[in-house]
C-alpha cells in the first residue's frame, strides 16, 4: 500500500544503497552519502604521492651537478687545462721575445714580460674580488700568466744558459706527480698536509735562496 507521502515512496529513501546521478558525478542516495567521484580523486592523488615517494627512494644518489660541489676530479680536470693554456700561451711569449735575439748584442723584448704581468695583475684583482665565478676570466688570466712566464723565461735563458730546460723539467714533474696523486686518492687536502707541503715550500724557497 502507497503511503500518502510521495516522500517515502522515493526508492533512495527506501533504499539507502541505491546511486542517483547529479551534474557533476554520482553519489550514494540517502542520508549521510559520500560522493564517490570525491573519494576517487583522492586516491589517485595518495597513489600518485605514494609513486612520487618510491621514485624518489629508488633514484640514486645526487652526484656533485646536482648538488653543485666541486670533486677532487673536477678540480683536477680544470687544474690541467689552465695549465695547457699557460703553456700554450708560454711558448707564445718565448718566440715572442726571442723573436729580437739576432746576435750575442740584444736581448730579448721585454714587450710580452709587460703585457703580461700588467694583464695577470689586472685580471688576478677582478677575479678576487668578483662575487661570482667567471670562467673565461680565469682562463684569461692563465694566458696572461703563459705570457709572463714564456718571456721572462726568455729573458733568463738569455741570461744563463740552459736554466729554463731544468726549470720546465722540475715545473712538469711536480704538477704531473701531484695532479696524479690527487685524482688516484692517494693523497687529501687536510691541515696535517697543508701543514707538510708548507714546511716543503719554505724549506726548499730558504735552500734555492742560499
Known amino acids: 500500500m502507497a503511503s500518502a507521502n510521495p516522500a517515502f515512496n522515493n526508492p533512495a529513501f527506501q533504499d539507502p544503497r541505491a546511486v542517483q ?26 597513489a600518485a604521492v605514494n609513486a612520487q615517494l618510491e621514485g624518489q627512494f629508488a633514484a640514486p644518489p645526487a652526484g656533485a651537478v646536482e648538488t653543485d660541489r666541486m670533486t ?3 678540480t683536477v680536470y680544470k687544474t690541467i687545462g689552465l695549465f695547457a693554456v699557460l703553456v700554450v700561451t708560454a711558448v707564445v711569449g718565448w718566440v715572442w721575445s726571442m723573436s729580437t735575439v739576432t746576435g750575442p748584442g740584444t ?13 695577470g695583475f689586472v685580471l688576478a ?21 703563459g705570457l709572463f712566464v714564456g718571456a721572462i723565461s ?13 726549470a720546465t723539467l ?31 715550500m719554505i724549506g726548499y724557497l730558504v735552500f734555492s735562496l742560499v
Open 21 to 46: 546521478t547529479y551534474p557533476g558525478g554520482t553519489r550514494a542516495a540517502g542520508i549521510g552519502g559520500q560522493t564517490q567521484t570525491a573519494a576517487a580523486q583522492q586516491q589517485a592523488q595518495a
Open 154 to 166: 726568455a729573458f733568463f735563458e738569455y741570461i744563463y744558459p740552459g736554466i729554463v730546460f731544468q
Open 170 to 200: 722540475a715545473t712538469l714533474a711536480v704538477v704531473g706527480v701531484t695532479l696524479a696523486l690527487f685524482a688516484s686518492g692517494k693523497v687529501r687536502a687536510s691541515k696535517r698536509a697543508t701543514k707538510i707541503w708548507m714546511i716543503a
Open 72 to 74: 677532487v676530479e673536477d
Open 107 to 119: 736581448a730579448p723584448t721585454m714587450l710580452p714580460w709587460i703585457v703580461g704581468l700588467i694583464g
Open 125 to 145: 684583482m677582478v677575479v678576487s674580488f668578483s662575487k661570482t665565478v667567471r670562467p673565461a676570466l680565469i682562463f684569461a688570466y692563465a694566458a696572461f700568466e
